[in-house]
């Protein structure tokens, strides 16, 4: 089966792949069920040294594991006030490091072995505050 994108631009249309991709604004009246995972659709991202932390892209969920516990990923700026990230290393053994994305500075956040962080904006650029949940 085709991938079905829905966009502004162009309506309705079919791609190779598979799945629905929303390139537009999404509002919902009714609920909405989900089943099965929910996540950003990224593979696993390697935090990596300072001066090389790995951009996170604008999805929501992300998955992160690291091999030094100064190793890191970087939040993009935010778009808008309210955006919602959530990041979770898998890692059992070292923390990763959040930083802003021009990783300038204090950390965001020093995420521990096996935790979630959740991550919230309060304008558009660099302004997300966040702390580790569990």
């Given at each position: 089966?085709?991938?079905?994108?829905?966009?502004?631009?162009k309506?309705?249309?079919?791609?190779?792949?598979?799945?629905l991709e929303i390139e537009?604004?999404?509002?919902?009246?009714?609920?909405?069920?989900?089943?099965?995972a929910f996540y950003s659709g990224q593979a696993k991202v390697t935090a990596l040294v300072t001066g090389s932390f790995p951009l996170l892209n604008g999805g929501m969920v992300h998955t992160v594991d690291s091999t030094d516990n100064a190793h890191g990923?970087?939040?993009?700026?935010?778009?808008?006030?309210?955006?919602?990230?959530?990041?979770?290393n898998v890692d059992s053994a070292q923390d990763v490091v959040i930083r802003n994305e021009d990783q300038t500075g204090a950390i965001l956040v020093t995420l521990?072995?096996?935790?979630?962080?959740l991550f919230f904006s309060t304008a558009s650029g660099d302004n997300w505050s966040g702390s580790q949940v569990d």
């Open positions: 089966m085709p991938k079905t994108v829905i966009s502004s631009d309506g309705l249309v079919q791609k190779g792949g598979g799945g537009s604004t999404f509002g919902q009246t009714n609920e909405i069920k989900q089943e099965g990923v970087r939040l993009p700026n935010a778009t808008a006030a309210g955006q919602l990230m959530i990041v979770r521990g072995e096996g935790k979630t962080a």
